[in-house]
């Protein structure tokens, strides 16, 4: 029960901090992102809109000087290609690249045209080979995989002649930045995920010790107050058949004895389920034939379903075999059987069905409830909760059970889940 706490502890803990940096990380790295990409269009639609050449700073349109200073004209790399309706090269500027020549800017620029997108990006190898990515990323055959050297961003502008004119800006520089800071943020987030990892598993413990320390005097409590109880009732179960001995027996003593009987068991239950959230030490992991143990237990209800007057139909695939604790699945099957039994409507049908789904046990109770419409099944494993909150009802019972499926079941790392529909209330587990 502890480990259990302190796993989900930790899983909370470092979810919420995963979700928190993804989200940072994430913020940080688009706004780089975006105000990369704000500024090469910039640089594009300048160049472009003069027509392929870049103007002085001081021509340049006051809009764009939050982008650009007076170093710009002589930092920025590009050239710029105007082809005819042909893809014929009709001029040319490349008096600010020295990485590409005249072929190579008017091979550039027919695929860029070619790509039917007016702005992409084509990177180069060191060989100068074209090998353009735009917008849908293209694959290089095998022999054409190199280390990329150069990445221009283009942008194609058709004039009024039918001519296209087409902008290559080197972001180099800009797209190794880029990925440096993306590659950092992630390593440096890593780095701080696995950090505090280890400083929430370490000291997770100690978070949790006001709960550990509340929940140990309350089983510890619960045990004592157990064994305490038992003693005076065993001495009024004791007095109370002395009186029937010797006064016959009458309905005061016979209702003492079924309440005395009624509170020991809840006491033994109660018991039962604080030593069983204490550790699992106990459990003894065997092979067993869990059709023939299924069949077994459940055919034990079957006397008591019939004389209230209702049936009990049982679906068990043979020979279905499971590595578990075998008391503490005996247990499971009963304390099932034994609440479906108990809140089966009148002239009802209780049904029990094993079956497997791949490497897993798949067990299922039912039985007719028709005052299920409006329960709240939420808390249906709440120790001492019941459906009847008055609890007068006829239906013996503590409101325990459940619990203790709950805690065999989660022991045995299992799932337990319950639903109801059309009048038939289902519990499911899968061990």
């Known amino acids: 029960m502890i480990q259990r706490l302190q796993r989900k502890f930790i899983f909370i803990a470092m979810g919420s ?98 790509s039917n997108h007016a702005i992409g990006y084509i990177r180069a190898d060191d060989n100068d080979t074209i090998a353009y990515q735009i917008f849908e990323r293209k694959r290089l055959n095998k022999d054409k995989r190199k280390f990329w050297s150069m990445s221009y961003v283009y942008q194609v502008t058709k004039q009024e002649n039918g001519n296209n004119l087409i902008v290559f800006l080197d972001y180099t520089n800009e797209d190794e930045r880029l990925q440096n800071t993306m590659k950092l943020s992630a390593g440096i987030g890593l780095a701080a995920y696995f950090i505090v990892f280890i400083l929430v598993a370490v000291l997770s413990k100690r978070a949790i010790a006001p709960v550990i320390q509340s929940f140990e005097k309350q089983k510890q409590f619960v045990t004592n107050a157990g064994h305490e109880l038992k003693t005076p009732l065993a001495i009024i179960s004791a007095n109370t058949e002395v009186i029937q001995m010797m006064n016959g027996d009458n309905e005061w003593t016979t209702s003492t004895l079924n309440q005395v009987k009624r509170l020991s068991m809840l006491v033994n239950n109660l018991i039962r389920l604080a030593r069983m959230e204490e550790d699992d030490t106990n459990i003894i992991i065997e092979k067993l034939n869990i059709s023939d143990m299924f069949i077994e237990t459940t055919e034990s209800f079957r006397p008591i379903l019939e004389n209230d ?38 002239g009802g049908e209780v049904r029990a069905v094993l079956s497997h789904r791949g490497k897993r046990i798949k067990l299922r109770f039912l039985n007719n ?60 587990i899968i061990l």
């Open 17 to 114: 901090l995963l979700a928190v940096m993804l989200v940072v990380l994430g913020l940080i790295n688009l706004i780089s992102v975006y105000q990369m990409t704000m500024e090469v269009r910039a640089k594009l639609d300048l160049i472009s809109a003069n027509s392929g050449e870049l103007p002085s700073f001081d021509d340049i349109e006051s809009k764009f000087h939050s982008y650009f200073t007076a170093e710009f004209p002589y930092s920025t790399r590009y050239f710029s290609v105007l082809l005819d309706e042909n893809g014929e090269v009709l001029a040319m500027e490349m008096n600010h690249i020295s990485s590409v020549d005249d072929k190579g800017a008017a091979e550039y620029a027919r695929a860029a045209v070619s």
């Open 369 to 428: 409830y028709s005052a299920g419409a409006d329960v709240d099944y939420s808390r249906f494993f709440d120790r001492f909760y019941r459906a009847d909150q008055s609890h007068n009802s006829a239906k013996k019972g503590f409101g325990i059970g459940l619990s203790m499926a709950q805690e065999i079941v989660s022991t045995l790392k299992g799932k337990i889940s319950v639903g109801w529909k059309d009048g038939i209330i289902m519990f499911t």
């Open 309 to 346: 007057g209702k049936k009990l139909e049982l679906t068990s695939e043979p020979g279905l075999e499971l590595m578990s604790d075998k008391n503490l699945v005996q247990e499971l099957i009963s304390i099932m059987m034994d609440n479906a039994v108990k809140y089966c409507d009148e």
